[in-house]
């Protein structure tokens, strides 16, 4: 599971950072024709991030690890 995970969020990350490149590239030309598409492009590379994100914070592990951080982190302030 936590291998899939990884793999989810690699394969997001990758994405997002393709998507952002080939942005800065368009962006540094001046193509004001391009704008919309750009944007577009970096929409659906957030939104497909979160997308993963989403699933990851859903999965029982997460989940778990998570709810043993908050009950660790409120144990030590009582």
């Known amino acids: ?14 994405r997002c950072s393709t998507a952002l ?16 598409a750009e944007y577009a492009v970096v929409l659906v590379a957030a939104t497909s991030f979160a997308a993963v994100l989403v699933a990851i914070l859903k999965s029982e592990a997460v989940r778990q690890i998570l709810t043993k951080l908050v009950t660790d982190a409120l144990s030590v302030v009582s």
């Open 1 to 14: 599971m936590k291998k899939r995970i990884n793999e989810l969020v690699l394969h997001a990350m990758t």
């Open 21 to 36: 490149n080939k942005w800065k590239e368009k962006v540094s030309t001046d193509d004001p024709g391009m704008a919309t």
